[in-house]
């Protein structure tokens, strides 16, 4: 009796393995359909599991039909001549289908990657397909820099207002990482290595005993994105609150970031000397 229960269980067990290899078939084809780079034998693979009602929707393109699926993939393979498919596994629920998959260059460079879900209409068909991408790695590499570049610049923007303009402490805070570093002038009567928030503002604090200032022009940007660095140029007018002069001092700041945070800045003085002497002066 157990033998013949056994054999019932691989039976119903054959069974459902087939009926789910019959639902990946047209995912095969199609599959095969994004592979194949010659425009008609890749037409008459769309045709097998493609209906003049099936539709295609992914961040590119929005299509219906045999002819414009093809057209789409078509023009694919004029942007990236040499891209590769590969694909994960299936994870089949009733009449649909999802897995991930990525394109690379013939030197293995990612070109783009996602997951796709097809629904299927239980005849061997594809009813539609929806393609989510990972926009990261659907950018190239001067993309990503330009996009890294903007998004620090943003992140020093938002702290030079804080500091200079705002006064808020409280938002500068989440600009910066744990225990980043400062490092001022040795030779300026609040100059050091401070580490971390809260030694940041007594720095901050300290500097204040000495001078009241304002931004007389705003600072230029640039960027190292490959090293995630932002340097700023401005020039500051100040205020000796011991001998009542004035001074306008151009500066430069030098900034590490990661993850959207700052990590470390180091400000440089167009003369060190002489604004050290002009905090320290008195009446």
């Known amino acids: 009796m157990r033998k013949i229960y056994f054999i019932c269980f691989l039976f119903v067990l054959n069974g ?15 599959e095969k359909v994004w592979q194949e780079k010659n ?5 008459k693979l769309i045709k097998i599991i493609w209906l003049e009602n099936s539709t295609f929707e992914d961040p590119s393109a929005s299509i219906k039909g045999i002819a414009a699926l093809n057209n789409v993939i078509s023009e694919f393979y004029k942007k990236f001549p040499d891209a590769v498919l590969t694909s994960g596994p299936k994870t089949v629920k009733d009449n649909y289908v999802t897995w991930d998959w990525k394109i690379q260059d013939s030197k293995n460079k990612p070109i783009m990657s ?6 299927l209409n239980g005849k061997g068909q594809v009813s539609k397909i929806i393609g989510f991408w990972d926009k990261d790695v ?33 938002t500068m805070q989440t600009l910066i990482q744990e225990n980043a570093v400062y490092n001022q ?8 290595t401070y580490k971390g928030y809260d030694e940041w503002t007594k720095m901050f604090v300290k500097s204040n ?19 995630n660095e932002v340097i700023i140029y401005f020039t500051i007018k100040c205020k000796s609150k011991k001998s009542g002069k ?9 900034f590490d970031l990661k ?3 700052i990590t470390a800045i180091r400000s440089f003085y167009f003369d060190t000397k002489l604004f050290a002497e002009f905090l320290k002066s008195k009446k």
Request: proline content about 4%.
């Open 16 to 30: 459902l393995l087939a009926q789910k290899k019959d639902k990946l078939y047209p995912v095969t084809v199609y």
């Open 39 to 43: 425009s008609d034998a890749r037409l």
């Open 114 to 119: 996602g997951r796709d879900f097809a629904r």
């Open 138 to 170: 659907a950018l190239s590499e001067d993309d990503v820099l330009k996009n890294l570049e903007a998004d620090n610049f943003k992140v020093v923007s938002k702290y030079f207002d804080c500091l200079f303009k705002t006064s808020d402490l409280t």
């Open 185 to 192: 002038a040795e030779g300026l009567p609040y100059g050091g």
């Open 209 to 227: 005993e000495f001078f009241d200032r304002q931004i007389e022009k705003e600072p230029v940007y640039f960027s190292d994105a490959t090293k």
């Open 246 to 254: 004035t001074l306008s001092m151009p500066v430069s700041e030098h």
């Open 259 to 261: 993850d959207g945070k």
